[in-house]
């Protein structure tokens, strides 16, 4: 399957973004979905994850009760809201796919996933 993330931007600290991961290539409802972020000098992070079915959604600690993470098996589309955002979220933000929800939300770089995104870069100024 093919990701194609899209939505960043440069922000201000307490500002809303929306970030888009369109796939393409395969049966998009079959896998759960991530949302992974890179910010410069740091590993890459789990930021949520989403079931296949929608029905089950993980987040990092550091971004729950402010982002949001939502698909739609019809539009091949997984959304990330980010609400409140930080100058500490400021990195490059992938979208992740694999067959494995556990996979995705214990992902910490010890096995590859199904197939990631082009990454789309989040910048919040203070």
């Known amino acids: 399957v093919q990701l194609q993330a899209s939505g960043g931007g440069l922000v201000q600290a307490g500002d809303f973004l929306r970030l888009s991961c369109t796939a393409s290539?395969?049966?998009?409802?079959?896998?759960?979905m991530g949302w992974f972020r890179q910010a410069p000098g740091k590993e890459r992070e789990f930021v949520a994850a989403?079931?296949?079915?929608?029905?089950?959604?993980t987040y990092a600690d550091s971004v729950k009760g402010r982002f949001t993470v939502s698909r739609d098996n019809a539009k091949n589309t997984v959304w990330l809201e980010m609400n409140n955002l930080k100058p500490e979220d400021t990195a490059v933000y992938y979208c992740?796919?694999?067959?494995?929800?556990?996979?995705?939300?214990?992902?910490?770089?010890?096995?590859?996933?199904?197939?990631w995104g082009q990454g789309t870069q989040v910048t919040v100024s203070s």
């Open positions: 290539g395969s049966i998009f409802s079959s896998y759960a």
């Open positions: 989403i079931s296949w079915s929608g029905g089950s959604t």
């Open positions: 992740a796919e694999d067959y494995d929800y556990w996979r995705l939300i214990h992902y910490s770089g010890t096995y590859s996933l199904g197939s």
